[in-house]
């Protein structure tokens, strides 16, 4: 009995240890079953993104085309970088001589303001204006008080009158002193004012120096293509003109050696020549040779033989003629009868367009009939369940 009872619990602690392995593979499997899951759509995500791409999938990359393009930016920032220091150089230059001018200035206007002192110092002194008196308590003849009489000053000095103070120094003093600080005080803002403007005029005529330069720049590179393009088209016209004189003087050649030829077949032909074989060989004699300064002319049979051929001949042009009305009229007569053979096809041939015409219209009424009503049945008949939003949804949404 109590081995029975300890092989019941063996087999139910085997179970229970079979249970547990089982329960783990059964976790191990399903996390392996998770993983592969997570790894397919991970896999389908990428495939997804790399297929869907509209920019790799439409439009594609062209490497080529995109380093040519990388190879000219730096070309031109390598250009425009030459530039720049050029630039850079000229305008180290321009302040150079702008500061020259500037110092240049500066020392006229202070060799100016030395000359304007030294000359009023020398010719527009106070001490010598006219109320050099009343500034410096100078009086004309003697020094008079303010109980001076009007013997003493004379009825038309009008220096000194009754109830005024004249003769307070202090007061005078004051004023001068007063005066000397306002006048001082606006030269200074007047010096300000000026030195001033010259900055504003020194930044301004930098500025007109930096465009004038720019100008001239541009200047000289229309100026130089303007240059080249008028020394390509001086060559051209040059060349041009250099084969038009060739030709001229090659049909000037030409023109003289055929007037040359003409004189000299001239020159050299029996009618200024007389050759004395002539007559043998329009006769057909065996005589003896003409002598040039006797010949007196063709002989009766030799005129009656070119008369006789010129009849011929006007006889022959004659039958020629004839020959050639004959066939012109045969030739008119044809192109008559194939003119109203071909006005009578022409005739029969509308007749039968028109009739073409007539049954391809009927043929088109009853086709577009039958098509009517085969879309009418298309529509009402057969295609009345129409596709929904959703259907075409469902396409385009994967990879596969």
């Known amino acids: 009995m109590v081995t029975l009872k300890r092989q019941n619990k063996k087999l139910h602690t085997d179970r229970a240890l079979g249970g547990l392995r089982c329960s783990k593979e059964s976790v191990k499997m399903e996390n392996s079953e998770v993983m592969s899951v997570e790894r397919r759509r991970a896999a389908e995500a990428a495939r997804q993104k790399r297929i869907f791409n ?45 500061k020259q001018q500037c110092e240049d200035e500066e020392r006229r206007s202070a060799a100016l303001s030395r000359e304007l002192v030294q000359f009023r110092a020398t010719h527009q002194r106070a001490q010598d204006s006219r109320d050099a008196d009343l500034n410096f308590n100078q009086q004309v003849g003697s020094t008079h008080s303010p109980s001076a009489s009007e013997e003493d000053l004379g009825p038309a000095s009008m220096q000194v ?61 229309e100026d130089e293509h303007k240059r080249e393009a008028q020394v390509a ?12 004189a060739e030709q001229q003087r090659m049909e000037r050649m030409k023109d003289e050696g055929e007037n040359f030829a003409e004189v000299w077949h001239m020159m050299t032909s ?16 065996a005589g003896p040779s003409v002598l040039r300064d006797r010949w007196k002319g063709m002989s ?44 009578e096809e022409g005739k029969r ?34 295609y009345t369940n129409r596709p929904a939003v959703s259907y075409f949804k469902q396409f385009n949404n994967s990879s596969r």
């Open 54 to 98: 509209t920019r790799n999938r439409v439009i594609g990359l062209d490497r080529t085309a995109l380093e040519s393009q990388v190879a000219e930016k730096r070309e031109r920032e390598n250009v425009e970088r030459e530039q720049d220091k050029a630039f850079e150089s000229l305008r180290a230059i321009h302040d150079v001589l702008v």
């Open 161 to 221: 009158f009754q109830g005024g103070d004249g003769m307070d120094r202090e007061k005078k003093i004051a004023e001068m002193e007063e005066n000397k600080r306002v006048l001082t005080a606006q030269r200074q803002e007047r010096e300000k004012m000026c030195l001033h403007k010259k900055s504003i005029e020194l930044l301004w005529g930098r500025a007109q120096l930096q465009q004038d330069v720019r100008e001239l720049q541009l200047s000289a590179a």
């Open 233 to 244: 088209l001086s060559k051209y016209n040059q060349a041009q003109a250099a084969e038009r």
């Open 270 to 285: 029996d009618l200024l020549t007389e050759c004395p074989e002539v007559a043998e060989r329009g006769g057909g004699g």
């Open 300 to 343: 009766a049979e030799q005129l009656s033989v070119i008369r006789r051929q010129r009849e011929e001949q006007v006889a022959e042009k004659e039958r020629r003629r004839e020959a050639e009305r004959q066939r012109e009229a045969a030739w008119d007569s044809l192109q008559k009868g194939q003119s109203r053979q071909g006005e």
């Open 349 to 382: 041939e509308r007749e039968r367009e028109r009739e073409r015409r007539t049954e391809m219209d009927r043929f088109n009424t009853q086709l577009a009939k039958e098509q009517r009503a085969h879309q009418q049945y298309l529509d009402k008949s057969l």
